[in-house]
């Protein structure tokens, strides 16, 4: 080889040489780099996925009730309000391409955690709602949904759903089930009771337009000179018209212990009417078959003797009428 040649593939090869060490030198370096990011970014979700565990073990193990919602639901709160704060911090953070769907599937887990507390303070506050049996659906498709997310987290940092939680999830879905139970139950009982006291009504004015004093009938034929036989066939047809009442009474059904006062009462004003009516009866028909058999005008004392026992009977309607009146209004108020 001659000089010629020596002189220009030395420097040559100390170029190449250089370039290769650069190569090396940059490449090692950028894997440091990397590989720092890299744990650098996986410390930085690990940290965050030890306070969502911590703010997720939730221990609530008494029996909700109206004392202690109130306090839990500002707990909840405080969770919700943790949650979205780790959440933002996250999204904020820029991964590379190897953790981009595990950082996007923890965020989704991230937000469907979140809303198993929303939809729990919903079922909480609102416990006489009635979508209870959506509610509690949805909460259990967001406790789904939530540990379907944090499943996809495998290689930054395992995440869970907690023990604690999932308990606390099912003592809600209990809860809101329970509830939407006895709402059912209520509104059917309501509904139940909104009937009989409309019935009740039908009744009680079916009643109103036909109740009569026939003692003042009675009075007023009398002192016109008129046939008492008119009273009589007054007071029958009273009977049929009341008998009516009686028929649609009969028809009634009680919804509960609570309508049995009413029911009881109104039971109580139509028998003593139907008394009365009886009683009424016989006054004119033994007043028509004293004066038959007698010349002599009926004195005011022998009326008074005759008409006694209806005049008692007739009182005794318009206390049972009262006591009826009081207990419809003592129901329609417990409604």
């Known amino acids: 080889m001659s000089k010629v040649n020596k002189k220009i593939l030395f420097p040559a090869i100390i170029i190449v040489m250089a370039l290769v060490l650069t190569y090396l030198i940059f490449k090692i370096s950028y894997m440091i780099f990397i590989n720092k990011s890299y744990s650098s970014y996986e410390g930085t979700i690990k940290a965050y996925v030890t306070k969502i565990d911590n703010i997720n073990d939730i221990k609530f193990k008494e029996e909700l009730n109206t004392k202690n919602i109130s306090s839990l639901v500002k707990t909840l709160d405080e969770k919700i309000s943790g949650l979205t704060k780790i959440k933002s911090q996250i999204t904020s953070l820029n991964p590379s391409d190897k953790y981009r769907e595990e950082q996007e ?11 198993i507390y929303k939809q729990t303070e919903g079922i909480l506050n609102n416990p006489k709602g009635s979508d209870l049996d959506n509610s509690s659906k ?3 498709n967001y406790r789904d949904k939530t540990k379907t997310s944090y499943n ?12 604690s939680l999932l308990a606390f999830i099912d ?17 059917i009982k309501s509904s139940q009771m909104e009937d009989f006291i409309n019935s009740v009504s039908d009744v009680i004015n079916s009643y109103i337009n036909l109740k009569k004093d026939f003692y003042t009938e009675a009075y007023n034929t009398r002192n016109a000179n008129g046939n008492l036989a008119d009273v009589i066939v007054s007071i029958n047809n009273n009977k049929v018209s009341f008998k009516n009442v009686k028929s649609s009474f009969a028809k009634i059904s009680v919804p509960g212990s609570d309508a049995n006062n009413t029911y ?11 008394s009365y009516l ?12 004293k004066k038959e058999n007698s010349e002599d005008t009926l004195s005011a004392g022998e009326i008074d003797s005759i008409y006694k026992d209806s ?6 309607v318009s206390e049972k009428y009262n006591a009826f009146v009081s207990n419809l209004e003592n129901l329609k108020n417990k409604k």
């Open 264 to 274: 009881n009462s109104l039971k109580a004003l139509l028998s003593s009417y139907d």
């Open 138 to 140: 949805s909460l259990g």
């Open 105 to 115: 599937s923890l965020i989704n887990g991230i937000e469907s955690n979140i809303l």
């Open 278 to 289: 009886q009683s009424i009866s016989f006054s004119v028909s033994t007043e028509i078959a």
């Open 152 to 163: 996809k987290v495998l290689s930054l940092s395992k995440i869970s759903l907690p023990d």
């Open 171 to 187: 003592k809600i879905i209990q809860f809101s089930n329970e509830n939407s139970r006895i709402n059912k139950d209520n509104e």
């Open 311 to 316: 005049k008692t009977a007739y009182s005794l």
